[in-house]
């Protein structure tokens, strides 16, 4: 099995498992940063290819008024590994309700 059907196959496993519990409405609350780690299968069209990637953002809520506190903010890093290793560095924003 090739690694990039494996990385495919662990994504999938992964992707299926609860990752977090819904709260009640008034139970809600929000985390002050979050660290998130993705991994995934992508086809690159240009390239007549597809590869493995992993994807990796670090986010911080904001504090203040109660629209700001639903405001995170931070970066992301994602690196495709085929042939040619791809590296992307992004600006996040979220919203959360």
Same mark, same amino acid.
């Given at each position: 099995?090739?690694?990039?059907?494996?990385?495919?196959?662990?994504?999938?496993?992964?992707?299926?498992?609860?990752?977090?519990?819904?709260a009640e409405k008034e139970d809600q609350h929000h985390h002050k940063r979050e660290l998130g780690l993705s991994l995934s299968? &992508?086809? +690159?069209?240009? #390239?007549?290819?597809? *590869?493995?990637?992993? @994807?990796?953002? =670090?986010?911080?809520?904001?504090?203040? $008024?109660?629209?700001?506190?639903?405001?995170? &903010?931070? +970066?992301?890093? #994602?690196?495709?590994? *085929?042939?040619?290793? @791809?590296?992307? =560095?992004?600006?996040?924003?979220?919203? $959360?309700?």
């Amino acid at each position: 099995m090739k690694s990039s059907s494996i990385l495919c196959l662990i994504s999938i496993m992964l992707a299926s498992l609860p990752f977090f519990v819904k709260a009640e409405k008034e139970d809600q609350h929000h985390h002050k940063r979050e660290l998130g780690l993705s991994l995934s299968h &992508v086809r +690159l069209k240009a #390239e007549k290819e597809s *590869a493995p990637s992993v @994807h990796l953002h =670090l986010l911080k809520r904001l504090d203040g $008024s109660e629209f700001l506190e639903r405001l995170g &903010v931070g +970066l992301g890093f #994602e690196t495709i590994f *085929a042939d040619h290793t @791809h590296h992307s =560095l992004m600006a996040t924003v979220t919203f $959360s309700q």
